[in-house]
């Protein structure tokens, strides 16, 4: 059973630029979240996906926008990158059943830096 | 608001000794969930334990135990006998408890490495 892939392992992009990352969520799962987690830092809520609409958001700007596909997987993309968005991205995925708060798997994330 | 403190930024330990790691939390939530996670250096976000604010025994897991304090506001994670493997970044987060609420607030967690 294959757990939350996440692609790409890291990226490398210039200010100004966007990018998109991806995510797998674990079989069975249905909803995806996006965490950004800057050096030093503990993650930080960026949104939330089911029914490939977004049901949360954190406190990120708009630059910061997400999908869903019909296979619940997930992208992110992050549009006119600031230096400040280098950071580790992770994706995590849940089942969207009570009362299973206490499941939710991460992937090995993305880690981008923006020079 | 949620807000997760964890106030020991590293710890060192000897292998085979007890360790616990500190967690204190705010929140005016009627019904939330506490998590630790374990982050190895490859970055993956391990689960390790979880306690609901209305579970009435604190929550055990093989080698781990979280020291649930409601009064106090402290979810502390006990590791016995420490490994070597246990080096690395551990979170305490939580989680308000309804439907649709995937969010997860983090603490700026504990480095714990684990000496031969």
């Known amino acids: 059973d294959a757990g939350v892939t996440q692609s790409p392992t890291h990226l490398i992009k210039t200010r100004g630029q966007q990018v998109t990352l991806r995510c797998s969520p674990k079989?069975?799962?249905?909803?995806v979240s996006w965490y950004q987690q800057a050096l030093g830092q503990g993650p930080q809520f960026i949104f939330q996906?089911?029914?490939?609409?977004?049901?949360q958001r954190g406190n990120f700007p708009d630059r910061f926008s997400g999908h869903q596909f019909p296979n619940y997987s997930s992208e992110l993309n992050v549009n006119a990158l600031l230096l400040g968005d280098s950071a580790l991205y992770l994706c995590a995925s849940s089942p969207n059943k009570a009362p299973t708060y206490n499941e939710q798997f991460f992937g090995p994330g993305t880690r981008l830096t923006v020079l | 608001a949620q807000k997760i403190t964890q106030t020991q930024p590293g710890m060192f330990v000897q292998e085979k000794e007890a360790v616990t790691l500190d967690c204190t939390y705010d929140?005016?939530?009627?019904?939330?969930?506490l998590f630790w996670y374990k982050q190895p250096s490859s970055g993956e976000m391990i689960f390790l334990i979880y306690q609901g604010s209305y579970d009435q025994q604190n929550a055990t897991e093989g080698r781990y135990s979280l020291n649930f304090q409601k009064a106090r506001k402290s979810a502390n994670l006990v590791i016995s006998a420490s490994q070597l493997g246990d080096s690395a970044m551990y979170f305490c987060a939580m989680r308000a408890v309804f439907f649709g609420n995937e969010k997860l607030t983090f603490g700026t967690g504990t480095r714990l490495t684990i000496i031969p």
């Open positions: 929140t005016s939530d009627p019904s939330y969930g």
């Open positions: 079989s069975g799962h249905d909803t």
């Open positions: 996906y089911y029914e490939e609409e977004e049901r």
